[in-house]
């Protein structure tokens, strides 16, 4: 059984920067690629960024030059560093991890960028 922990959202304001996290516990982790996605209300799941074992990343037109996806396989970690936050950036943020048993969502964390 794989569980995803998402930590670091909250409020920032306009220009200003967090950092998510998402660690996965579990016995017999084989984690391929990461993602990040974000969900406003009404809308649907769109992907943020994702990273392969490689180390490969991939980011949406949106985020590109201000967000940057990063893995520790060590801890089974992956982190989104989000800079120069825009209120569009508001949203519900998940966590994605693709393994050789299947896929893994994180509960997803509140990021609201708002002066």
């Known amino acids: 059984q794989v569980q995803l922990v998402e930590s670091g959202g909250g409020l920032v304001q306009p220009g200003g920067s967090l950092r998510l996290s998402c660690a996965a516990t579990?016995?017999?982790?084989?984690?391929?690629?990461m993602y990040w996605y974000r969900q406003t209300s009404g809308k649907q799941r769109e992907l943020v960024a994702g990273i392969t074992s490689a180390g490969n990343t991939n980011y949406a037109d949106s985020v590109k030059g201000r967000f940057t996806i990063s893995r520790d396989n060590v801890k089974n970690t992956a982190y989104l560093q989000m800079n120069n936050l825009k209120p569009e950036d508001t949203a519900v943020y998940y966590c994605?991890?693709?393994?050789?048993?299947?896929?893994?969502w994180g509960q997803g964390t509140q990021v609201t960028v708002s002066s």
């Open positions: 579990g016995s017999s982790l084989s984690i391929l690629d």
């Open positions: 994605y991890f693709a393994t050789l048993v299947g896929g893994y």
